[in-house]
Nanobody, 124 residues
Framework: QVQLVESGGGLVQAGGSLTLSCVAS????????LGWFRQAPGKEREFVAA???????YYANSLKGRFTISRDNAKNTVFLQMNSLKPEDTAVYYC??????????????????WGQGTQVTVSS
């Protein structure tokens, strides 16, 4: 079993930056794929970015250039650096992990484990 715990959310002004972190515990070494999703109020959860254990990355097209995903395998941690934030980035951000790698890795059903989410609010 794997547990994922996100942190780093908060309130930021438009144009600002935030870095989210997600620490995996338990059988974290089983996680070949780590990803971030988000869910804005009244909307469905959507894919943000994913990274393999070998650090191959994949991004939602609309977020390329502003968001960067990275991971520290030794610390079982995945990060999401978010720059030039916009009010429409306001959402609950979820960390997700998968024991196998499918490509492209943007489908929710491909992930086995989920964190509780961290709120990101971008004010205008």
């Amino acid at each position: 079993q794997v547990q994922l715990v996100e942190s780093g959310g908060g309130l930021v002004q438009a144009g600002g930056s935030l870095t989210l972190s997600c620490v995996a515990s338990g059988r974290a070494s089983d996680l070949l794929l780590l990803g971030w999703f988000r869910q804005a109020p009244g909307k469905e959860r959507e894919f943000v970015a994913a990274i393999t254990r070998g650090r191959t990355t994949y991004y939602a097209n609309s977020l390329k250039g502003r968001f960067t995903i990275s991971r520290d395998n030794a610390k079982n941690t995945v990060f999401l650096q978010m720059n030039s934030l916009k009010p429409e980035d306001t959402a609950v951000y979820y960390c997700a992990g998968a024991g196998s790698t499918s490509w492209p890795p943007h489908q929710e059903h491909e992930y086995d484990y989920w964190g509780q989410g961290t709120q990101v609010t971008v004010s205008s």
